[in-house]
Each structure stands twice: as structure tokens, then as C-alpha cells.
């Protein structure tokens, strides 16, 4: 593969094209607007600068791989010459099906085209296209250019070429790609997000506070931040979508979203990107600081 294009620029698309083009690739970067594409490009200087820092890079190779980076505002235009496509968008079903129509028309007939959903059916997303052989999910975990896993996910119709190609290709990325069949929340999040649920529901059922939820999983569980905490950082909209994904898919109601959670969607407690979920990121300080509404 050659060619590569990456639909968002977001957190995800930004990280997965940084990765890309770290490797060699040329990257075709897209998104709705010229603003939102300097900031992914933006963002990726600064991950660079990071690994220069580190000695992880060299200035050199920080000007090679942004110099593999066009950014395009129409889909038609980036992905014209594309190999493989990467689609980063929101993880919402409709507009995840209405881009890969749009890819499915515009992209060449033999590209592969990827999602980095980490929930919604491969499948279901390969049936609105005329290649469903060449569609697959490849899950990247955020931050893209430091986590080592891609969820590798085989919708019922992708092919073994297809899924072949994409897993020697994570390879090629420094990854560990791993093959996971198409069911509701892969792998990751299915185990995942009923952990932080659980989480959540001890916290709105007064087992204990918020640093003590995350304190007990830090120490006890050896994980390097807390459900709580990390749920913050994936964005408590994402989390809640994820779960409706499992709860519908599965019909368990083991999977149901806690009323918490949903509470906080709908004030827009979304986490990070909003400022305040469980803990407040408003303050400029790497410190944990506990929202108001969870402090003793």
C-alpha cells in the first residue's frame, strides 16, 4: 500500500495519520473545514516535537513525515488516489454510514476502506457499500503514536486477502495488530466499558467517592489510571454510546448504561474535552482535581 487517507482530524485521525506518515506513507488527511485540518496537522507537529525531545526522532525525521501530510477539505479530492482509507470520524452510526457510501463512490475500486469505530458493526458498515470484502475495522487505541494495539475486526464479509494485508500492515506501524470476529464492542470495549460502568454505578450507589474508586484499581489492580479517570479521557458521550451499542446488540441488561453516566451527557460533564467529568481539567495542572459535585 502506498496511498493512504485518513477521514477526521480529531484525536484519533490526527494521531492515526501522524503514525502513517511517521512510517513512511503519504497521507491524504480530510475534514469539514481548512481550521480543523490546521489543528490535527498542529497537534501531530507537537506529538513530533515530543519524540524529538525524546531522542525518539530526529529534526530530520519530523520534516519528513509532516512533509507526507496534505490535508483536503473534500472527500472526493482525498481520496482519490487512496489505497487504504482510515475513517476517524464521531463514533455516530448514521454519519459513519453516510461517509462510507461517500468513500465507497469515490475512492478506487481495489482500496481498502477501515473504520476506527470501537463498537459499531463492520459489518453493518460494509453493507451500505458495493465492496463489503474491502471493508474492516482497524481499532487504533488513543494516544495512536504511543499505544502499541489495533483491534483488527473482520466484518461477516471481509476477506482473509483484506484482513491479511491489514494486519502486516499494523505490523509495518510498530503495532500489535490482533483479529477479532465482528460483534458488538470487539474485544476491548466489551470488557472495557462494563468496567467502567461498574465503576460508575459503585460511585452512584455510595460504595465509595471518586478518588477512592480510581485509587482502589490504581494500587489494587495494577492499572495506570482509574476507570473513573480514564473515562474522562475517552469522553463520557463516547463511553455512554459504547454501551448503548453492547446494551442494544447484546440484550443483556448487565450492559446498561448507568443513570449517572447519562446524567452527565446530558449536562454536557462530557470530561476532558469539555472541562469537568469525575475530575475538573480546567485548572492547567497535571494534579487530579475532583469535580465540585464529587467532593466530600
Same mark, same amino acid.
Given at each position: ?71 483536503? +477539505? =473534500?472527500?472526493?479530492?482525498?481520496? /482519490?488516489?487512496?489505497? #487504504?482509507?482510515? $475513517? ?5 452510526? %448514521? ?62 464479509? +471481509? =476477506?482473509?486477502?483484506?484482513?491479511? /494485508?491489514?494486519?502486516? #500492515?499494523?505490523? $509495518? ?5 490482533? %483479529? ?117
Amino acid at each position: 500500500m502506498l496511498n493512504v487517507a485518513v477521514i477526521g482530524s480529531g484525536t484519533m485521525g490526527n494521531g492515526i495519520a501522524h503514525v502513517f506518515a511517521q512510517h513512511g506513507f503519504p497521507v491524504a488527511l480530510i475534514d469539514i473545514n481548512q481550521p480543523a485540518l490546521d489543528k490535527g496537522v498542529a497537534t501531530i507537529g507537537k506529538n513530533l516535537d515530543r519524540q524529538v525531545a525524546k531522542g525518539a526522532l530526529t529534526d530530520a525525521d519530523k520534516t519528513a513525515t509532516l512533509g507526507r501530510l496534505t490535508t483536503y +477539505t =473534500s472527500v472526493a479530492e482525498g481520496v /482519490r488516489n487512496a489505497d #487504504l482509507v482510515v $475513517e476517524a470520524a464521531t463514533e455516530n452510526v %448514521e454519519l459513519k454510514l453516510n461517509i462510507f457510501r461517500e468513500l465507497d463512490q469515490h475512492a478506487p475500486a481495489a482500496a481498502i476502506l477501515a473504520s476506527n469505530t470501537s463498537s459499531i458493526s463492520i459489518t453493518k458498515i460494509a453493507a451500505v457499500t458495493k465492496r463489503p470484502d474491502k471493508v474492516i475495522g482497524m481499532h487504533f487505541m488513543n494516544p495512536v503514536p504511543v499505544m502499541k494495539l489495533v483491534e483488527v475486526i473482520r466484518g461477516y464479509a +471481509t =476477506s482473509d486477502e483484506v484482513t491479511a /494485508r491489514i494486519m502486516a #500492515l499494523s505490523q $509495518e506501524l510498530g503495532k500489535t495488530p490482533t %483479529e477479532v470476529n465482528d460483534y458488538p464492542g470487539f474485544v476491548a470495549n466489551r470488557i472495557l466499558m462494563p468496567m467502567i460502568n461498574e465503576a460508575i454505578y459503585s460511585l452512584y450507589e455510595g460504595v465509595a467517592g471518586v478518588e477512592e474508586i480510581d485509587t482502589v484499581m490504581k494500587l489494587g489492580m495494577a492499572h495506570p489510571m482509574g476507570p473513573l479517570q480514564l473515562a474522562d479521557f475517552i469522553g463520557l458521550d463516547v463511553c455512554l454510546a459504547i454501551l448503548r451499542v453492547l446494551h442494544e446488540g447484546l440484550g443483556n441488561q448487565k450492559y446498561a448504561p448507568c443513570p449517572l453516566l447519562v446524567n452527565m451527557v446530558t449536562a454536557g460533564r462530557l470530561g476532558v474535552k469539555s472541562g469537568e467529568g469525575f475530575y475538573s481539567w480546567t485548572h492547567g495542572s497535571k494534579e487530579l482535581v475532583l469535580a465540585e459535585r464529587f467532593r466530600k
